[in-house]
């Protein structure tokens, strides 16, 4: 699917967040280089999306573990943007506060 989208010309990002998830590896260097390439520099983390986030862990089970994943999603719901994940299962339950999953 990612290969369809680049070539229909999306746009593609990522979050600061999920670039730290990312960044932790294990990766090589040239996969580090193709992916700042076509996801351009990640879109920051700000205060509202704090705010957010924290709404999401609250009001999903705060369930222990899933912080990453609600930062994530206030990043998408706050750029008004779909979230693209083979971790469906964890981001589903943001549905109803308006998440899009690709």
Request: proline share 6%; aromatic share 8%; glycine share 10%.
């Amino acid at each position: 699917m990612l290969r369809r989208w680049i070539s229909d010309g999306e746009v593609l990002g990522m979050s600061a967040v999920a670039w730290t998830e990312f960044l932790c590896g294990p990766l090589v260097p040239s996969t580090l280089a193709l992916a700042a390439d076509l996801i351009g520099p990640p879109t920051e983390f700000t205060p509202g999306e704090a705010a957010l986030a924290a709404r999401l862990f609250n009001d999903s089970g705060r369930r222990r573990g899933s912080l990453l994943d609600c930062m994530v999603a206030a990043t998408a719901l706050g750029e008004g943007a779909q979230i693209a994940t083979v971790n469906v299962k964890d981001f589903r339950r943001f549905e109803p506060f308006g998440l899009r999953l690709a």
